[in-house]
């Protein structure tokens, strides 16, 4: 195909980009050129600039341009409970439902013997060390998925912390609320069945 | 939400793009702050290069970097036929089947009244002195899209065109290859009893 080249790379950058594929990659481009080049200039800044800025909290391992993040030094945020996740985008689902006043802690993966990643790949010894001598924390929750290697990693954490003498809980897992018992998958049902409450 | 600033306008700039929701731009985000620096570095400079580089061609307005662009100096190519469609990004479409060896011309719209896009609006004027004195071309097909703005553009260049005695043609509009008579619209079912051709 007779296509110019600075437009195939720019197809191509796309592509590279997660659930974008070959067509929306190409509308994405024809999109950009249609900008001015004051925008695409300032779109441009605006990824190097976010690449150069946001680093790791040196306390929970969230994506922050601050250090500590906007979290951690936040003084009207519960330091007693402390919400454990895989990822920096789960704090910010979390967030979203602005239920949590407490701190997190970010794993920054699972462990997945099958992909070999261990518990030492993880941020597990930094959580262990916020749970030291003159800690605050008096519960610990763990946000991890309903899959093999959230399980895995809740059962390796629980294992440690539970001799702490911490409270350690983990979020519900279950029928998501508008769901569907028909639409439900089986594993979903099945989680939704063992984690039956008592109705008071 | 305590998001950190850079992220939110990192966040921000994905959502900009075309079919970008809330939740994929902050995957995009996630997904840019996970690659390294060189990487987004390189997809920031591919971006402002293809802005920078890539013109619209003098003769038939498609997109390139270089000027004419590679389909008009194509020696190779039929200078006797002309394919006329809405947007670059339809050269690409055509392209893509490589059945098509003749030349193009992008009009960079449809005439809208609607909309207040007129057909001094577009590339009509640069046609229309394409098919001057010395013109080699013999064939026009109009490849624009089957709606209102499409056929409006359609009728409006072939009441300019068909006066100068160059063969004029549109493409076929029905049923698409793999469809369905029950799933398709009732539009495209009308469009496709309309261009009902004789079996040879």
Redesign the interface.
């Known amino acids: ?7 195939v ?2 197809i191509e ?1 796309f592509q590279k ?3 974008v594929g070959p067509k ?1 990659a ?8 249609k ?1 001015s ?1 004051d925008d ?15 680093r790791e909290c040196p306390e929970c391992f969230n ?4 250090s500590p ?3 951690c030094r ?1 003084k009207s945020r519960d330091a007693n409970t402390l919400c454990v996740v895989a ?3 789960d704090i ?1 689902a979390l ?2 439902t ?1 239920e949590f006043r407490g701190l997190y802690h970010v794993l920054h993966g699972l462990i997945s013997p099958l992909h070999g990643i261990q518990p030492e790949d993880l941020k597990i010894r930094p959580l262990l060390a916020r749970l030291g001598e003159a800690n605050p924390i008096r519960e610990i929750i763990l946000a991890l998925p309903p899959s093999i290697e959230g399980d895995t990693t809740s059962l390796y954490l629980s294992r440690i912390i539970q001799p702490l003498g911490i409270s350690l809980t983990r979020i519900a897992f279950g029928l998501p609320v508008g769901g569907d018992l028909d639409y439900a998958d089986n594993l979903t049902i099945s989680r939704a069945l063992a984690g039956r409450v008592p109705i008071s």
């Open positions: 195909m007779s296509m110019t080249l600075p437009l790379r720019l950058a980009l997660p659930g929306s190409q509308r994405l481009a024809f999109h950009v050129l900008q080049s695409v200039g300032q779109f441009a800044e605006i990824l190097k600039e976010a690449k150069a800025q946001i994506l922050s341009g601050q993040c906007e979290i936040n990822e920096p985008s910010f967030e979203r602005g």
